[in-house]
């Protein structure tokens, strides 16, 4: 048996603008993970999951590919496809798997935190057939494969929470064009599309601990829609296109100064956070849509009434804030506080190594 976990992610900064191409955001990978365990199989392979694929989802043999007879094409089928479609370029036989998918990324009872489950299915999914089929593919080719897969299914997709749970720690993280990508892998090989020169303004730097805080975490209750807040913001009309035009150089703007104060200056790190999150207010106003809801209003105020800056992680619209807090200020008062308005504070902390296997 193969096993393979990967990390989720938390958003820190930079997120909506990291979609476009060269702009910059920074996240961390989480020290909860998601399990895939691989065992070769005869006849059809299978996967077992409680959540991901509308299980047991199986698959069969046509000619020299694996074909999955599963609608909708979800990451799990996406990971599973472009891993087969690399393992036939390299002429090596088709041999069936059954996978099995286990999470502590969302809560058992069904609860979803937003922790970036759909990126670490699609990386621990290619980590495992990265080893089934003897690929030795590096952490980058990881990374760019598992973007391709989640390309193929949500085009707008950053592949930030990839690159985090691919390369795990802090990182900052840039994101190519993913619609030239997508061109390439319509016409050329697999060989062809990981060597492109597309892949050039894709960055993904660690950024060691930062200085003198603390990150927390809390979970509003209300999971969020991802793809549809991306489409509202990544699909500006005319009229609103200078103001996203500016949110987009803000957001650079703050996410560079947030890596130069990262392992140096506290107060300035705060201080770009709270600028963070007023960005993404205009961008919700600009937009229309509720980036920052009422209940992760109440999250960020009460960090910043304790001295802390918070702000929506990820998408907003739900899911989860995230808090830096200075060293010496009481992490008690605003824990305590969340709970009385019904946040769920999570215990997590930065994971900082790479995909782990077995
Ligand atoms: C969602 O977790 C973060 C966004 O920036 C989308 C993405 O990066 O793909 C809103």
Request: aromatic share 6%; charged share 20%; with cysteine.
């Amino acid at each position: 048996m193969i096993t393979t976990r990967a990390p989720g992610k938390l958003y820190i900064a930079g997120e909506y603008a990291v979609v476009e191409p060269g702009h910059p955001a920074v996240l961390m990978a989480v020290d909860r993970f998601l399990t895939v365990e691989l065992t070769e199989a005869e006849g059809r392979g299978m996967v077992h999951s409680s959540r991901y694929g509308r299980g047991p989802l199986t698959w069969v043999r046509e000619g020299e590919s694996i074909v999955v007879d599963h609608s909708p094409f979800d990451y799990v089928t996406a990971a599973i496809a472009i891993m087969d479609k690399l393992r036939a370029e390299r002429g090596l036989a088709p041999r069936y798997f059954d996978l099995r998918i286990s999470s502590e990324l969302d809560d058992p009872s069904g609860l979803k935190f937003g922790l970036g489950s759909s990126g670490a299915v699609t990386v621990a999914i290619i980590d495992a057939l990265n080893r089934f089929h003897g690929l030795e593919l590096s952490t980058w080719q990881r990374f760019q494969l598992a973007l391709l897969a989640t390309i193929s299914v949500s085009p707008k997709a950053s592949g930030g929470d990839l690159a985090a749970s691919t390369y795990g720690g802090w990182i900052c993280y840039t994101a190519p064009d993913r619609s030239a990508l997508l061109a390439l892998l319509e016409g050329g090989s697999l060989a062809e599309v990981l060597d492109a020169p597309e892949w050039g303004i894709c960055r993904i730097a660690p950024l060691g601990e930062p200085a003198g805080i603390t990150m927390l975490v809390g979970w509003t209750g209300t999971p969020a829609s991802t793809e549809r807040l991306v489409d509202r913001v990544s699909r500006p009309e005319a009229e609103v296109s200078a103001q996203y035009a500016r949110f987009l150089e803000d957001s650079r703007e703050a996410v560079e100064e947030l890596v130069a104060a990262w392992g140096t200056d506290p107060s300035a790190v705060l201080a770009v956070l709270r600028r963070c999150r007023r960005l993404l207010q205009g961008l919700g106003a600009l937009r229309g849509s509720t980036i920052e809801t009422a209940q992760l209003g109440a999250l960020c105020d009460l960090a910043e009434a304790a001295g802390a800056a918070g702000k929506p992680s990820g998408a907003g619209g739900g899911d989860c804030g995230i808090v830096a807090l200075p060293d010496g200020a009481d992490a008690q008062e605003i824990l305590s506080r969340w709970r009385e308005v019904g946040i769920l504070p999570l215990d997590l902390h930065v994971n900082p190594s790479e995909t782990e296997g077995a």
